[in-house]
């Protein structure tokens, strides 16, 4: 399996402002998928990072409050933009090497407060 | 609506005893089916996937049984260790071409020495 890092590993931010998650895995994968896991909530898949093009984002999800970026097959970012407490969640980076019954590998999260 | 529903939020167990996580679902497009354990301040971790096509698949102390027409899942770990104590995730995947996993919320898993 791969070796997923992510950075910051936790944030304190206050509300209006935006924090950039960075996902960095240790080999190529042809998968890299966005999650958030509410307070006592099942983890949610905010949207697929693609890279060299657009994510493309789940039902309730948009860009321009989660703008993504994947400029290779090994690096991803994820923005939270314009933090409100209400996005308080634990973020989490996967990946998959895109086989159909292949299995996500997680990254270890960024457990996120906003103020 | 919960497509994948984990109805008990914490089950505690003896050391060397058998644990029975279990898991329901409502979507029948579902065809792939994995666990993943958690440890606090840690990613989820795989465990262990089954594929809708079977009934039983088995990996050290963890099997997993799969019942197509009741739509449930269940994780048994025999015998259980303290190191086994986490939150444990069903998760599962609908059809081919989906890459997307829909999870249940948890049961946390305390297996006392």
């Known amino acids: 399996s791969a070796v997923i890092s992510q950075k910051p590993s936790r944030d304190i931010c206050q509300r209006g402002t935006s924090l950039t998650i960075q996902c960095q895995v240790d080999?190529?994968?042809?998968?890299m998928f966005w999650y958030r896991q509410q307070p006592g909530q099942s983890l949610t898949l905010i949207a697929t990072?693609?890279?060299?093009?657009?994510?493309?984002?789940e039902s309730g999800f948009v860009i321009d409050k989660f703008p993504i970026s994947r400029p290779n097959l090994t690096f991803s970012t994820l923005t939270v933009s314009n933090m409100s407490p209400e996005d308080s969640s634990i973020y989490l980076c996967?990946?998959?090497?895109?086989?159909?019954?292949?299995?996500?590998?997680f990254g270890p999260g960024t457990r996120l407060t906003v103020l | 609506d919960q497509q994948v529903k984990q109805n008990s939020p914490s089950l505690s167990v003896q050391e060397g005893r058998i644990s029975i996580l279990n898991c329901d679902y409502t979507n029948s497009m579902f065809d792939y089916f994995l666990w993943y354990k958690k440890y606090p301040a840690e990613g989820p971790t795989f465990l262990i996937s089954i594929s809708s096509i079977k009934d039983k698949n088995e990996d050290g102390r963890f099997t997993v049984f799969l019942n197509k027409s009741a739509k449930h899942l269940s994780l048994h770990i025999v015998p259980s260790q303290p190191g086994d104590s986490a939150v444990y995730f069903c998760?599962?995947?609908?059809?081919?071409?989906?890459?997307?996993?829909?999870f249940g919320k948890g049961t946390k898993l305390s297996v006392i020495p």
């Open positions: 080999s190529q994968v042809t998968m």
């Open positions: 998760a599962a995947r609908a059809g081919a071409g989906s890459y997307q996993l829909t």
């Open positions: 990072a693609n890279q060299g093009s657009e994510a493309t984002y």
């Open positions: 996967s990946v998959s090497s895109g086989l159909i019954t292949d299995t996500q590998y």
